[in-house]
């Protein structure tokens, strides 16, 4: 069974078109993460949500909109899609409870390439 | 504060010779250490992590790091490459400092397995 799932797994769009990406996990974590990974492969946290507390990255643009409808779903919203907003993005789930030294599980990536 | 510092962003290694990617941590408060590994059009998963339990950690397919914290250390080594072991490694440092514990990522090391 597959613990991070995402979907789509590519995503091709026109700049300016909403699109959006959507998580699941099932693992009964708390929290869950999105990243964004550029073509040199440095990764970005872009946020971190669970059932108490969204924390955004300040430099991610307000276009980027997480969207929980529950526990185990983050999807992940963006309007106006930019040229530069072309990346690899991944979900992450981890048991916040657990504390600082819990593992992260990550999805297996959608790469979004805008035109 | 915290964050981690990947030296080499490419290592070129022998089918059979020894592997040793560096990461060197910043930390004001005493960290938790880990490594992932990312295979090509994969997510990131899980190689070993550090939690204050041993100095020397073992995890998967034969790796293994060592934290130094005089040297503010935690390299990762394998006795002998195998081709399987391509991968792009990322080395992430997260601590129980301001109740969130999102972890920082390295830029990440490219090892290439030559036959």
């Known amino acids: 069974d597959t613990a991070v799932s995402q979907t789509p797994k590519y995503l091709v769009t026109q700049m300016g078109n909403d699109k959006s990406i959507k998580c699941e996990q099932n693992l009964g974590h708390d929290t869950m993460y999105w990243y964004k990974q550029d073509s040199k492969k440095f990764l970005k946290i872009m946020f971190s949500?669970?059932?108490?507390?969204?924390?955004i990255n300040e430099t991610v643009p307000n276009r980027f909109s997480p969207k929980s409808p529950d526990k185990a779903h983050l999807n992940l919203h963006i309007n106006s899609l930019e040229l530069g907003d072309s990346a690899v993005y991944f979900c992450a789930s981890s048991h916040f409870e657990r504390g600082a030294h819990d593992t992260q599980y990550f999805g297996p990536g959608t790469r979004l390439t805008v035109l | 504060a915290q964050s981690v510092t990947q030296l080499g962003s490419h290592v070129s290694v022998s089918e059979g010779a020894l592997v040793l990617l560096r990461c060197n941590y910043s930390?004001?408060?005493?960290?938790?250490l880990f490594w992932y590994v990312q295979y090509p059009n994969q997510g990131l998963q899980l190689l070993l992590k550090?939690?204050?339990?041993?100095?020397l950690v073992k995890g998967i397919n034969g790796f293994e790091a060592e934290f130094k914290k005089s040297e503010t250390s935690f390299h990762l080594t394998k006795p002998s490459a195998h081709m399987s072991d391509a991968a792009e490694y990322f080395c992430?440092?997260?601590?129980?400092?301001?109740?969130?514990?999102?972890?920082?990522f390295g830029r990440g090391t490219s090892l290439i397995v030559h036959p």
């Open positions: 992430a440092v997260t601590s129980a400092s301001g109740g969130s514990y999102i972890p920082t």
């Open positions: 949500y669970n059932n108490k507390e969204l924390i």
């Open positions: 930390s004001s408060v005493p960290p938790y």
């Open positions: 550090y939690t204050s339990a041993a100095t």
